[in-house]
């Protein structure tokens, strides 16, 4: 069993539900462990259709306080004591390196997550109309451009756990399995794995993508297969936005993960890194 969810949003971004709620449902799942990790505010030109931003910046002195209330006094669930670390979600975002290394020092976080949701300025998990009509070579350009940027946030050592290392997929999965079959795009996934063991992190598996249009796993079979034969540390995360989504479909994650080899987890607290079965 899956017992640590690493990556749980709240009301506070564009969830749907307070860190309270979220971790009733935690208790209820029989979690023993759950990660909150609200995503960070991101600067200005790196915009979604519609825009948290101000929302995310008014609240995060009642995230932060929220969540470091519910760690000082867990409680017990069906398996155990549920315990819960404080961390965020951080925007890997072209030329906003020192932003975001600030961003990382802002609070005292038990642990980070490492994402590119922007390819550029683009905002590529926005909806899926600006994915249609794209040729397979044009799909793979952003492809290309979104590992780029996944390599050089993996290199920049500030964070613990890689979040759903394919989201690029969501709104082409076709197109991505033509170029993950391609020896090029191996070659570079392996580099950029390398980079991640490098850094101490771990890669994050996650159930999310099966509630996406990919309808698929984060990350695929074949980055698994990659990760597997590097000996990589992995992590687990639904990536909820809502109670419902709270360990969302961790059977399946599980036996997908046994599939690949992998018996272990990993999750970081204040830069330790703890491991457990599952």
């Not at 780029?148 to 759903?164: K, Q, V």
């Not at 570079?188 to 771990?202: D, E, I, P, T, V």
Request: net charge negative; hydrophobic share 40%; proline share 4%.
């Amino acid at each position: 069993m899956i017992g640590a969810d690493l990556h749980v949003h709240t009301c506070y971004s564009h969830g749907r539900d307070t860190p309270a709620a979220m971790y009733e449902a935690a208790l209820a799942r029989g979690l023993t462990l759950v990660g909150f990790s609200e995503h960070s505010p991101r600067p200005p030109g790196f915009d979604y259709t519609h825009e948290y931003r101000e929302h995310l910046t008014r609240h995060l002195p009642d995230y932060e306080r929220e969540v470091l209330a519910l760690k000082a006094a867990p409680r017990q669930g069906s398996n155990g004591t549920c315990s819960v670390l404080y961390g965020m979600e951080m925007d890997w975002l072209d030329g906003q390196e020192e932003f975001t290394r600030e961003a990382c020092k802002a609070h005292d976080f038990d642990y980070l997550l490492g994402s590119v949701h922007f390819v550029g300025h683009w905002g590529f998990d926005d909806g899926r109309e600006a994915w249609e009509g794209l040729s397979q070579e044009e799909c793979e350009a952003h492809y290309v451009a979104y590992f780029t940027a996944w390599e050089a946030m993996l290199r920049s050592g500030l964070f613990s756990i890689a979040a759903h290392p394919d989201l690029i997929k969501i709104f082409s999965i076709g197109q991505f399995r033509v170029w993950l079959d391609k020896p090029s795009s191996r070659v570079m996934l392996r580099r950029s794995l390398l980079a991640l063991k490098q850094a101490g992190m771990s890669m994050e598996i996650s159930s999310a993508g099966l509630r996406k249009a990919c309808k698929e796993i984060y990350p695929a079979p074949q980055i698994m297969s990659l990760a597997a034969e590097l000996g990589l540390s992995v992590s687990f995360a639904s990536d909820a936005h809502r109670t419902d989504d709270v360990a969302g479909d961790f059977i399946r994650l599980a036996a997908y993960t046994r599939s690949f080899g992998f018996t272990r987890h990993v999750y970081f607290e204040k830069g330790r890194v703890r491991e457990l079965v599952f």
